[in-house]
């Protein structure tokens, strides 16, 4: 079946560093989303990207897909507190439901 | 709106004992799915809905039961608690197919011991 793994596991940075999470398909993907999981918290939907090569930006976060459609990233510049919690992508192949990726924790101090 | 809701916040349970964990939504979404969490892990799929009265298996659907016989709501089912079912389970509605957005619900803490 469909996998969806992300890299790091885990990363933890002073506030003002920046950020990055990867995100691997074993297959195409019609389209993927990031959702944050704040510690205690539901997953919240952040983004979808549906073309290949897509790039967005939601203030400091900029998410890209790739051109294969298998892999996706998001990038938080200068990272707050605020910014703390499990950063999860979910993939949608042919079916309706989502391929949840294995997710990275991100730690913020000061 | 209220979204989706969950019902209860946290349950204990001895080993052997059943439940049913509760959900339910208002924004007339057709899919609902079923997710476990285990602590510092990804989410799992116990089963999911693509309307009233169809259900499917999810990833890890042993030791659970859905039905769906309304589109607001999605019971899940657990028979026989063991240990290994203490995890935190949320419930999604998704609108559209083919990867619509989820909203999840607050999730109900379970603890089997």
């Known amino acids: 079946g469909q996998q969806v793994m992300q890299i790091p596991q885990y990363q933890h940075v002073q506030e003002g560093e920046d950020f990055t999470t990867y995100c691997n398909s074993s297959?195409?993907?019609?389209?993927i989303q990031w959702y944050k999981q704040r510690p205690g918290g539901h997953p919240v939907f952040l983004i979808q990207?549906?073309?290949?090569?897509e790039v967005k930006k939601q203030k400091r976060l900029t998410f890209q897909f790739g051109e294969a459609k298998k892999n996706s990233s998001l990038h938080i510049t200068a990272t707050q507190t605020t910014d703390v919690g499990t950063y999860f992508c979910?993939?949608?192949?042919?079916?309706?439901?989502?391929?949840f990726g294995t997710g990275t924790r991100l730690q913020v101090t000061l | 709106n209220a979204g989706v809701t969950q019902t209860p916040k946290f349950r204990i349970l001895k080993i052997g004992q059943s439940m049913t964990l509760q959900c339910a939504q208002d924004?007339?979404?057709?899919?609902m799915y079923w997710y476990r969490q285990d602590p510092g892990m990804g989410l799992k799929l116990i089963y999911y809905?693509?309307?009233?009265?169809?259900?499917d298996k999810g990833e890890v659907p042993n030791g659970y039961n859905v039905s769906r016989s309304t589109t607001e709501d999605f019971p899940l089912r657990l028979e026989l608690a063991a240990p290994s079912q203490t995890s935190v389970y949320f419930c999604?509605?998704?609108?559209?197919?083919?990867?619509?957005?989820?909203?999840f619900g607050p999730g109900t803490r379970l603890t089997v011991l």
């Open positions: 979910a993939g949608a192949g042919t079916a309706s439901k989502l391929t």
């Open positions: 990207l549906v073309k290949s090569g």
């Open positions: 297959t195409t993907l019609s389209n």
């Open positions: 809905s693509v309307g009233a009265g169809i259900t």
């Open positions: 999604a509605a998704q609108g559209g197919g083919r990867g619509d957005t989820q909203y």
């Open positions: 924004m007339n979404h057709n899919y």
